[in-house]
């Protein structure tokens, strides 16, 4: 899960590029898929390769296109707003450039504010739909497979909290917010996602989230 977060956040930066041609941004997201990468890779040299199977997730199959959805799509919609955190980290870093009175290189190679706001806004907004497909399709095959809707789990008490989060940002972003206060959304949303994406899942798993069965 973490080496496929990671690559997101590259595809990501990549689609990013191509569309605003904001170069920096890898500056920026390339420590993400990073740290996630040598996540991976710690992990995996401490705990040993691990497969789930069938006695993990309590008796139920633990494959199927509903479940991959889920997986895929939710972590494509983290990926969206790991790329928003990174577009805010630079937003915020070019206001400070500009408020500065000795700006320095940083403030000719950044983008303009606006260039930021936007890939903020579009990373908020792509994250948001990946992730309520990805939402939507884990509540399909929770009720497909163990007839349960809502178990009240940490984790998907985590998940609903981001996508509320999310939502209730994209909504004051198109009434009232400024790119400054959207910028420290963006930051402070992300720390609650990495918490839901990991600290959730190692904290309090349960044996349909975990990091390691």
Not at 9 to 28: K, W
Not at 41 to 52: I, L, P, S, Y
Not at 68 to 82: D, E, K, T, V
Not at 163 to 187: E, K, P
Request: net charge positive.
């Amino acid at each position: 899960s973490l080496a496929f977060f990671a690559w997101a956040v590259v595809l990501f930066a990549l689609l990013l590029n191509l569309r605003y041609s904001v170069q920096l941004v890898g500056l920026f997201a390339v420590p993400v898929a990073a740290v996630a990468l040598g996540l991976t890779w710690m992990f995996g040299r401490a705990r040993g390769a691990t497969v789930g199977s069938p006695a993990v997730a309590g008796n139920l199959p633990v494959h199927g296109v509903g479940l991959a959805a889920h997986a895929s799509f939710s972590f494509l919609g983290y990926a969206g707003f790991a790329l928003s955190f990174a577009a805010a980290c630079m937003y915020l870093a070019q206001e400070r450039q500009i408020h500065s009175h000795h700006p320095g290189a940083l403030f000719e190679r950044l983008p303009a504010l606006g260039v930021l706001d936007r890939v903020v806004y579009d990373g908020i907004r792509a994250g948001w739909v990946l992730l309520t497909i990805g939402l939507a399709s884990g509540v399909a095959w929770n009720l497909r497979e163990a007839h349960v809707l809502w178990s009240g789990s940490a984790k998907e008490v985590a998940s609903l909290a981001v996508w509320l989060l999310y939502g209730t940002m994209w909504i004051m972003r198109r009434r009232a917010w400024s790119g400054h206060l959207m910028a420290l959304a963006a930051v402070a949303g992300f720390a609650l996602v990495l918490f839901g994406f990991a600290g959730v899942n190692v904290l309090f798993p349960t044996k349909w989230h975990r990091m390691f069965s």
